[in-house]
C-alpha cells in the first residue's frame, strides 16, 4: 500500500510538471499555448481510453493484445517486460535495462517510469506526453524574440500536434515521440552553437550547444542505431559549414569542433554497440585502412518484436560501401519477416524500383495505390482510411516546408548550416529506408522522423539565417 501511495504522488508530481512546461510555452505565445493544450489534452484522453478498454478486456482481443497494448504496438510488449522486471529489481535494476536491445536509451527511460509511477502500459503515454512537451518546448524557445519566425514555429507545432499516426503512436509504450524529440532537441543544439559563435556567444551558449548535440546522438544512437549514424554524419557536414561561413574565432572554432566531432564519433560506437556492425565499426575507426574479412551480427527488428542476430560475412571496406551493404541485408531481413501489410511490387524488380515502390508507398494513399499496376500493398484491418489520412497530412507538410524554404533560399541557403543538417539527416535517414522497409505498417512509423524533419526546416531557416535581431536564446 505503501508503494502505491508513493507512486501516486509521483504522478501528482509528473503532472505539475507537466502543466508547468505548458505553462511555460503559453507565456511565450499564447497561441502556442492553446495549440500544446489541445495537443496534450487530446493524447491523454485518447491515451485513457484505449488503456482501460483493453485493461478491462471490453474490446475483441483480435484488436488488443490485453494488459493497455494494442494490435499496433507489437513492440510495446517487449519494452513494458524488460521495463517492468527492471522495475522490480529496485533502482540498480534500472542500471543497463535496455542492454541488447534495439532501443536501449528507450527502455531504460521506460524502466525508470515503472519504477517510478508503476509497471503499467499507461506509462509509455506518460513518457510520450513529456516528450511531446519538451519538442514543443524546444520549438518555442527556437522562436523567441524572432518575430517573423512565429509562423515557421506554429507551423510545425500543429503539424507536430495533429498529424495521426503520431498521436496514435504516442498513446503506447512505443520510441517514436523519443525520437522525434531528439531530433528537434538536435536542431536546436545546433542553433545555438551556430549563434553562440557568429554573435560572439558567451560561453555557455557554446557548452550548452555541446551538451545538446552529444546527448542528441546519445538518445538516437539509444533509440536508432541507424538514426545515430545519419546524425553524426549530418553533424560533420554541420560543422564544416559552421567553419568555413565563420569570419570570427576560426582557430579556437576548429579546434573545438574537431574535439566534438571525435567525442560524437566515440558516443555512437560505444552507445550503438553491438548492434553496429562490426565493418562498420572498423571502417569508421579506420577509414584509410585495407579491406579484411571479418564476421558481422546483423540484428534486423521486425514490425511485430526482436529477432536474432543473423551473422553474415563482410568486409570492411569503405563506409559508403558498408552501408549499402547493410541496407541490402536489412531489406532481406526484412522480406523474410513478411508481414499483413507487406509491400509486393510487380515482376522481378531491380534496385532502382524497389526504392521507387518505397517513395510511392509513402507518398500516395492506399486508395491509390491499389489502382496501380506497379505494386499491392495486404492487409490493413480495414484501416487503411487512417493511413490516407496521415499519407495526405505526411503530404502536405512536406510540400508547405519545402515551398517556405524556398521562398528564403536566397538568405538561408549555404550559410545555414543548420538548416544542412536538418535536411541532410532527412535525406540519409529516408533513402535508404524507403529501399530497406518491405512493410507498410513499419514505413508508416519511420515515416514520421521525415515528418518531423520536414516540418521543423522552415523554422530553422528563419533562425538559422545571418543577421538575425539580438535576441535571448534562453
Avoid at 487503411?384 to 521562398?407: C, E, G, K, N, Q
Avoid at 518491405?438 to 516540418?455: C, D, E, K, Q, Y
Wanted: aromatic share 12%; net charge positive; proline share 5%.
Amino acid at each position: 500500500m505503501t508503494r502505491v501511495l508513493i507512486q501516486l504522488f509521483f504522478v501528482l508530481l509528473a503532472g505539475v510538471a507537466l502543466f508547468a512546461m505548458w505553462r511555460r510555452v503559453a507565456r511565450m505565445d499564447r497561441f502556442f499555448g492553446l495549440v500544446v493544450g489541445l495537443g496534450i489534452m487530446g493524447r491523454a484522453l485518447l491515451g485513457q481510453v484505449l488503456f482501460w478498454l483493453s485493461w478491462l478486456e471490453l474490446v475483441p482481443r483480435r484488436f488488443h493484445l490485453g494488459g493497455g497494448i494494442w494490435f499496433f504496438a507489437l513492440d510495446a510488449q517487449h519494452y513494458m517486460a524488460t521495463a517492468v522486471q527492471a522495475a522490480r529489481n529496485g533502482p540498480l535494476g534500472l542500471l543497463g535495462s535496455g542492454q541488447g536491445s534495439t532501443a536501449a536509451t528507450y527502455v531504460e527511460l521506460l524502466s525508470s517510469f515503472a519504477w517510478l509511477f508503476g509497471g503499467v502500459a499507461s506509462i509509455g503515454l506518460l513518457l510520450n506526453l513529456f516528450c511531446y512537451v519538451g519538442t514543443c518546448l524546444v520549438i518555442a524557445q527556437c522562436s523567441k524574440g524572432t518575430p517573423e519566425a512565429r509562423p515557421a514555429a506554429l507551423f510545425f507545432l500543429v503539424a507536430f500536434s495533429f498529424y495521426p499516426t503520431g498521436v496514435l503512436w504516442s498513446l503506447q509504450p512505443l520510441k517514436d515521440t523519443l525520437s522525434h524529440f531528439l531530433l528537434v532537441a538536435l536542431a536546436g543544439s545546433a542553433l545555438l552553437w551556430q549563434r553562440a559563435w557568429r554573435r560572439e556567444g558567451s560561453l555557455s551558449w557554446i557548452v550548452w550547444a555541446c551538451l545538446g548535440i552529444l546527448l542528441s546522438l546519445y538518445g538516437t544512437t539509444g533509440t536508432r542505431w541507424y538514426l545515430g549514424l545519419a546524425i553524426l554524419c549530418s553533424v560533420g557536414v554541420f560543422l564544416f559549414l559552421v567553419l568555413v561561413t565563420t569570419k570570427t574565432r576560426r582557430l579556437a572554432l576548429l579546434g573545438v569542433s574537431a574535439g566534438l566531432f571525435l567525442v560524437l564519433t566515440r558516443v555512437f560506437l560505444v552507445t550503438g554497440g553491438e548492434m553496429v556492425p562490426q565493418a562498420l565499426k572498423l571502417a569508421i575507426l579506420r577509414p584509410t585502412a585495407p579491406a579484411e574479412p571479418v564476421r558481422v551480427s546483423v540484428a534486423v527488428s521486425p514490425p511485430g518484436g526482436h529477432q536474432p542476430a543473423v551473422q553474415r560475412p563482410s568486409n570492411a571496406g569503405s563506409l559508403a560501401t558498408e552501408m549499402v551493404s547493410f541496407v541490402e541485408r536489412t531489406r532481406s531481413g526484412f522480406a523474410r519477416t513478411g508481414g499483413t501489410t507487406e509491400i509486393q511490387l510487380a515482376g522481378n524488380p531491380s534496385p532502382v524500383r524497389r526504392w521507387i515502390g518505397g517513395l510511392i508507398a509513402t507518398i500516395l494513399p492506399h486508395a491509390v495505390i491499389e489502382h496501380l499496376s506497379f505494386m499491392t500493398i495486404g492487409g490493413g484491418r480495414g484501416l487503411f482510411w487512417f493511413a490516407d489520412l496521415d499519407t495526405v497530412v505526411f503530404d502536405v507538410v512536406v510540400f508547405l516546408s519545402i515551398f517556405l524554404i524556398l521562398r528564403r533560399w536566397r538568405v538561408a541557403s549555404l550559410s545555414n548550416a543548420a538548416l544542412w543538417l536538418v535536411l541532410l539527416t532527412a535525406i540519409f535517414v529516408a533513402v535508404p529506408l524507403l529501399y530497406a522497409i518491405t512493410n507498410f505498417g513499419t514505413l508508416l512509423r519511420f515515416r514520421g522522423m521525415i515528418l518531423v524533419l520536414f516540418a521543423m526546416a522552415p523554422l530553422v531557416s528563419y533562425r538559422g539565417a545571418p543577421r538575425l535581431p539580438s535576441s535571448d536564446p534562453q
